[in-house]
């Protein structure tokens, strides 16, 4: 790999520093795994010193929790952004799982962090429960029928499947990577959509 | 907890004995999760010495291995019996279903092992990711519309959505002791199930 560049280093602001960091500690973690992982690799490919990034982002452990914290805010952001009110709720749900498609696809890296590295370590599963409890509380809140805590509450064991199928999905388009996001939302929808929409608007065709 | 029962200890077959031992690491596993557990513990609740443990089953690490197979083993069989050859597919995906959340409903400590603890400890990921696999190439041969391969192929990606959100279901039902397991796999159904017949049976039905 190429040497750090000095002449930029004291130029960039603390924010954009971050930034490059956590995408460096991003592209290493995913492709070596958390253990194998080292802040000298880190450092490498962010072009800083080691221990500029403990003074910036603390330990390993403090960066892949930012890691996660990022990518999930990312994710997040993401999938909101895609689902304005004022669309109908069918239109919302394909939107926000297009979204998530996209993420999955264009931040792969990312992605095989918060859903594969993270998981697998323990100490990290908290801080992916949290990420992942927000994603599905706003999921309800897209499939509710109303917005009063009764229809959130019961729209929630189908907000989990539904999050629970669109992670598993990505993981098969993982090595897949032919899979266009719109071909992965419409395979979902396919089939989740249909019988969403049948449930709530022909029940003479359900049966 | 009380001491081990000395009489029996040397009447067991070998066979009925490591069944014990693992039911017993299940259940501590399943309470202290994997690093908080100790072959003390586990040779108390199993009513042996930790010493027969380790010649019978190894190591902590392997028992835990052994506690996933055995419980991944006895989830596909249990799915695999519930779903004869001659029933409709609609029949054999509902059935198959309700045989998973039956299994994660009464088997709760050995659900707890594999979907839990075992995901959150990356050296354990391979057992548990082939013991999914093969969940997974069942469920595609479910779905299949015929028997060869090409169909099984193009069910695969349905397969992997189908098995994430039966599992973040049985995640929700954890928190939700009062679910059944026949509300589970309706609550799945409703959803699923519907968009999957009108997919390959009524077109003019899924607009």
Do not use: N
């Not at 958390?34 to 000298?40: Q, R």
């Not at 989990?160 to 669109?166: F, K, M, W």
Request: proline share 5%.
């Amino acid at each position: 790999m190429s040497p750090p560049s000095p002449p930029s280093r004291r130029r960039l602001p603390r924010q954009v520093r971050e930034r490059q960091m956590l995408d460096a500690a991003i592209a290493v973690f995913s492709r070596r795994g958390f253990h194998l992982a080292s802040m000298d690799d880190i450092a490498e490919v962010a072009g800083v010193s080691k221990p500029m990034i403990y003074a910036y982002l603390g330990s390993k452990d403090d960066l892949f929790t930012a890691c996660i914290r990022r990518e999930g805010q990312r994710l997040m952001e993401r999938i909101a952004a895609a689902v304005p009110t004022g669309l109908t709720r069918d239109e919302r749900l394909y939107r926000g799982l297009l979204a998530f498609f996209e993420f999955v696809t264009e931040h792969r890296d990312g992605w095989i962090v918060i859903y594969r590295q993270a998981r697998v370590h323990g100490s990290f599963a908290g801080e992916i429960a949290a990420a992942r409890e927000r994603i599905i509380v706003m999921v309800a809140a897209l499939l509710a029928r109303s917005s009063d805590d009764e229809a959130h509450a019961r729209a929630m064991p189908i907000a989990h499947a539904l999050v629970g199928a669109a992670e598993a999905l990505s993981d098969w388009a993982l090595e897949h990577p032919e899979e266009t996001p719109d071909a992965l939302a419409t395979r979902l929808m396919d089939v989740v959509w249909t019988g969403l929409r049948h449930r709530d608007r022909d029940p003479r065709c359900s049966g």
